[in-house]
């Protein structure tokens, strides 16, 4: 299983930027998958997630902002992220369970991207 991202990049507050994640030697549609963000200083956080069903979940700080979604021809997960704002700049990583279930917690998913950085300027 490898997990691969792209799209981070430095942009100003109130911009977008769109990460994808391309998935090796496994099936995005029915794998549970999320994005979690780690800031400098700060512990690894959950920011958005989606189960093998496709039900979509979110982090409070991505609600209205941030939408997660699969590209099952191309087995790619992405993450569209607008209105973005200084609190936001972190890196950013995939990650994927060995289950249809989604989950909130880093701890229960499987297979990890390098991740990418997200500089958000104000």
């Known amino acids: 299983v490898q997990l691969v991202e792209s799209g981070g990049g430095l942009v100003q507050a109130g911009g977008s930027l769109r990460l994808a994640c391309a998935a090796f030697?496994?099936?995005?549609?029915?794998?549970?998958m999320g994005w979690f963000r780690q800031a400098p200083g700060k512990e690894r956080e959950f920011v958005s997630g989606?189960?093998?069903?496709?039900?979509?979940h979110y982090a409070d700080a991505a609600k209205g902002r941030f939408t997660i979604s699969k590209d099952f021809g191309k087995n790619v997960l992405y993450l569209q992220m607008d209105s973005l704002r200084p609190e936001d700049t972190a890196v950013y990583s995939c990650?994927?369970?060995?289950?249809?279930?989604?989950?909130?917690?880093?701890?229960?998913?499987?297979?990890w991207g390098q991740g990418t950085p997200v500089t958000v300027s104000p």
């Open positions: 990650a994927a369970r060995s289950s249809r279930y989604f989950s909130q917690y880093d701890s229960e998913y499987d297979s």
């Open positions: 030697s496994f099936t995005v549609r029915s794998t549970a």
């Open positions: 989606i189960s093998g069903y496709g039900d979509t």
